[in-house]
């Protein structure tokens, strides 16, 4: 417990001091956020806010992760997790940075940035089944919860499935001040009790770095809260792709790696809302040449709709927050189930 209270306070703190240090460093250098024409129009008042601000929450998070091991022992599994969220981070860097130097709101071109997705999801993928030797069945919310051997190319396939359309749905979330960081905070809690309980019952659900893992979660907690205090409506610094990709990709990470794998849509429902509207928004158009919503992802369609935008963000919080209790008590109801006490 003094690991994860260390790791979440570190990297609030962190997050709080060093993001308008960042702010004042993107200002100076001109770096501001390129706004899509086709966006609403409410939105291009905000063109010019700086943007990667994502590096604050990583460099935020990596910092409380540490510093709550000065007394303990980093985990091979909780090392690897670390630097595939900070790779995936490192693709929308790439992103962002392609979009204030050319002055528009396109980055790398799609293959380009899905590529690089892949890229980083399977390296994990590979690395976990053939040197953190991670189980490859088929969980809900415990190891070999459902009794289906995937094997280690079927759990490769799952893992890059859900890493990749993880950051993907993070990304499309990542639309209004704050939505992102304020959602992804609640996500990262239910991980964190997670990754604690399944410390305390070792026999039920056999994940070795149980411990390491809910120290990384409670550091993405922290470092989105802090940084949410100066992304909060209206935001003074956006957290870019850099962010949005790098919360994506601890999301699928932390869901594989404490064998929560089919908990993934729930936990991250707002997520999963989000990205539904596109797909259904795309395929309305194309088969019917009629759109469901006024704009997606459905952020926008309550913008068009006249509601303010704070309205929308703390609405969609509210959600996140219920999907994430309603997580936790499945998970918890199956603790009890399996002769959970405490």
Known sequence: MKALLISGGVALLVAILGTPLLINQLRARGIG???????????????????????????????????????????????????????????????????????????????????????????FAIVSVTWLKVDTHLSFTRFNSLGLQLGNVGWVVLAVLLIVGTTNAVNLTDGLDGLAAGSSAFTFVAFTVIGFYQLRHEVMYRNPASLDEAVMAA???????????????????????????????????????ENVDLLLPLIGGLYVLETLSVIVQVTSYRAFGRRVFRMAPVHHHFELLGWPETTVIVRFWILAGAFTAVALGVFYADFLAHGGTS
């Open 33 to 123: 956020q390129q706004i899509r024409e086709d966006g609403p129009t409410g939105h291009f008042s905000k063109a010019g806010t700086p943007t990667m601000g994502g590096l604050a929450i990583m460099g935020a998070a990596v910092v409380g992760y540490s510093v709550a091991h000065v007394s303990a022992t980093f985990t091979t599994r909780g090392l690897v997790g670390l630097l595939t969220i900070c790779a995936m981070a490192l693709v929308g860097f790439c992103d962002d940075w392609l979009k204030v130097t050319r002055q528009r709101s396109l980055g790398l071109n799609k293959r380009a940035k899905i590529a690089g997705q892949f890229a980083v999801a399977i390296t």
């Open 219 to 257: 550091a993405m907690i922290g470092a989105c809260a802090g940084f949410l205090w100066w992304n909060a409506a209206p935001a003074q610094i956006f957290m870019g792709d850099t962010g949005s990709l790098g919360i994506g990709a601890a999301i699928a990470v932390f869901a594989l790696l």
